[in-house]
């Protein structure tokens, strides 16, 4: 089975600029999670979605957003690029619902972004 | 305060040496608790959930204390292959969402 997919793997964008990320899940997954890494710290949460809504959102300015499709792919939005948003955005799926309590998350290989 | 905090190592360790990951967090509205294993520039792995009974999955034992906010790894007969960054992470979300917080993580170097 595939796991989390993620593209595009690496991106380069001016200040000012707006940046696209994707995010398809394990199959079956209903939840996707972004998350920001800069080097040196641990994924900080960004958003969650399950079943097309947001259900959850991090301490992110406006400048981010999100959604998520009815396939449960996922894309991430973020407008003005600073410079600061260079990091790794990881995306996970969970097989997390309402009734189930699995919690797990599970990881795609990250879009790195550099903003010059 | 930050919410979950972790040994600042990085921990230098011959092979087969035993190690000791320390963890404690800040909210005790906490769900669910986890160790992930994170390789240099890779996306992080799920290493092993923690339970309050404490579990162990061959050489790894996470221990989890909800009185004292802490949790525990212990990596018994180190291998070269566990260098890695550990991310300890607590999810305090529910059926609802999730909300998982990672701590800043420990590098483990394992010396041959």
């Known amino acids: 089975d595939a796991g989390v997919t993620q593209s595009p793997t690496h991106l380069i964008k001016t200040r000012g600029q707006q940046v696209t990320l994707r995010c398809s899940p394990i199959?079956?997954?209903?939840?996707v999670s972004w998350y920001q890494q800069v080097l040196g710290q641990g994924p900080q949460f960004i958003f969650q979605y399950y079943e097309k809504e947001e259900r959850g959102r991090g301490n992110f300015p406006d400048r981010f957003s999100a959604r998520q499709f009815p396939n449960y792919s996922s894309e991430l939005n973020v407008n003005a690029l600073l410079l600061g948003d260079s990091a790794l955005y990881l995306c996970?799926?969970?097989?997390?619902?309402?009734?189930?309590?699995?919690?797990?998350?599970?990881f795609g290989p990250g879009t790195r972004l550099l903003v010059l | 305060r930050k919410e979950v905090e972790q040994d600042p190592g990085p921990f230098n360790v011959p092979e087969g040496a035993t190690v000791a990951f320390n963890c404690t967090y800040s909210?005790?509205?906490?769900?669910?608790f986890f160790w992930y294993r994170q390789d240099c520039r890779k996306e992080p792995k799920l290493l092993m959930s923690v339970y309050s009974s404490g579990n162990e999955d061959g050489r790894f034992t996470a221990q989890l204390n909800r009185a004292s906010q802490y949790i525990s790894l212990l990596i018994r007969d180190s291998k070269l292959s566990d260098s890695a960054t550990y991310l300890c992470v607590v999810n305090y979300g529910d059926n609802y969402g999730q909300n998982f917080v990672f701590g800043p993580g420990t590098r483990l170097s394992v010396l041959p």
């Open positions: 909210n005790s509205a906490s769900q669910s």
């Open positions: 199959s079956g997954h209903k939840s």
């Open positions: 996970a799926s969970s097989p997390h619902t309402e009734t189930s309590g699995e919690e797990t998350q599970y």
